[in-house]
């Protein structure tokens, strides 16, 4: 499917929607899953839905489908820090697990990993680039700390522009 932020290829398996890519992977079939997460992808970058309401069924370990099921309770138009998200899934001290986790998410927008940023504020990363990351957090009208792109901050060893 197009969308304002490129081509976007879904995977389903069983009646689930499995991954989520950014990029043109080939044509869909023809089904009404593609066709239901197609029309609310298309309202979601319209402004008009909030939440999605499909049959999802991401890969990975427990652990990773903990964080996972925790980002799908970040409300829209909200963040989080990751180290906020490890206090959630109940492993306070595991921050850097959560952002591992956070990043091998397979269906982002669907699961809402963008909505996860820096401690300080400041968006951190993002499997499929930052610029991505802003675009969809602007789009939900999120409070974002605006940083001039010529200051570097440096906060224990961590640069962020």
């Known amino acids: 499917m197009h969308s304002p932020l490129g081509p976007l290829t879904l995977f389903a398996e069983d009646g689930f929607l499995i991954a989520l890519v950014y990029g043109d992977y080939g044509d869909y079939d023809d089904l009404p899953l593609f066709r239901q997460a197609v029309r609310q992808l298309e309202e ?16 990975g370990t427990a652990f990773q489908r903990r964080v996972w099921q925790s980002l799908c309770e970040i409300p829209y138009g909200k963040t989080i820090s990751y180290r906020d998200l490890a206090v959630r899934v109940g492993s306070p001290r595991a921050f850097q697990a959560v952002g591992q986790a956070n990043g091998r998410n397979p269906l982002p927008i669907l699961i809402p990993c963008h909505r996860v940023i820096a401690a300080d504020g400041t968006l951190g990363g993002y499997s499929s680039g930052v610029e991505r990351k802003n675009f969809l957090l602007r789009l939900e009208g999120a409070a974002l700390m605006e940083i001039p792109s010529s200051r570097r901050m440096r906060k224990r060893g961590v640069r962020a522009w």
């Open 44 to 59: 979601y970058f319209a402004g008009q839905r909030q939440t999605f309401s499909l049959p999802l069924r991401p890969e």
